[in-house]
């Protein structure tokens, strides 16, 4: 069974520009969350869906938007990049949440 | 909102040997799920262990085990026979069951780097 595939696994943007991260959840897993890893703030949790719609959100900006197709894989974009942006954004899913996510690899994005 | 707090930023163990990993939490709901992730320098999170609230019983995975205190609001995670490839960052991790804003939504601990030394 595949796990979470997150693509691209490194990103290199500039201040101003947007970018869309990719994640294809394990096959049947409906449930799909984003979350931002930096040193300084841990973990923190962006968003959730569930087939197509979003049922939970951070408190994160407007520039961070995310979205789930009807084969549950999900994109989340980042407009207008800052340097604190800079981060691993991890992906995970769930069949049911309460038994756990599993996450994906990453993406390292790395705004200069 | 609810906030889990471990307290120590690194720990380290003799290979062989056990260690404790602490974490508490606050939520003011009854029904919860916890759980301990590992990540290891790959940067993949791995579910070590899971714990349901309303069950007393403390989970085990083979090597790894809970003492969940429910009343403290204490989940430690304890991993017996210490192996290298232990060696990673753990989180614990908190996931209501209100729905609504608990909806697949974890909220984590800042983490605990362990060393298991050879």
């Known amino acids: 069974k595949a796990g979470v595939t997150q693509t691209p696994r490194y990103l290199i943007k500039t201040r101003g520009q947007q970018v869309t991260l990719s994640c294809s959840p394990i096959s049947g897993h409906r449930s799909v969350s984003w979350y931002q890893q930096t040193p300084g703030q841990g973990l923190q949790f962006l968003f959730e869906?569930?087939?197509?719609?979003?049922?939970n959100k951070g408190n994160f900006p407007g520039r961070f938007s995310g979205r789930q197709f009807s084969n549950s894989r999900s994109e989340m974009n980042v407009s207008t990049l800052e340097l604190g942006d800079s981060a691993l954004y991890l992906c995970a899913s769930s069949s049911d949440g309460n038994y756990g996510y599993t996450f994906g690899s990453g993406t390292r994005l790395t705004v200069v | 909102a609810q906030t889990v707090t471990q307290s120590q930023p690194e720990m380290s163990v003799q290979e062989a040997e056990t260690v404790t990993l602490s974490c508490t939490y606050d939520?003011?709901?009854?029904?919860?799920?916890l759980f301990w992730y590992k990540q290891p320098p790959s940067r993949q999170m791995i579910l070590v262990i899971r714990q349901e609230a309303y069950k007393q019983q403390n989970a085990t995975e083979n090597r790894f085990s809970v003492n969940f205190q429910k009343a403290a609001k204490s989940f430690s995670l304890k991993i017996s026979d210490s192996q290298l490839g232990d060696t990673a960052m753990y989180f614990c991790a908190f996931m209501g069951n209100a729905g609504g804003t608990s909806y697949g939504k974890l909220t984590f601990g800042q983490g605990t780097i362990l060393t298991v030394h050879p």
């Open positions: 869906y569930f087939s197509e719609t979003q049922r």
């Open positions: 939520t003011s709901e009854n029904n919860y799920y």
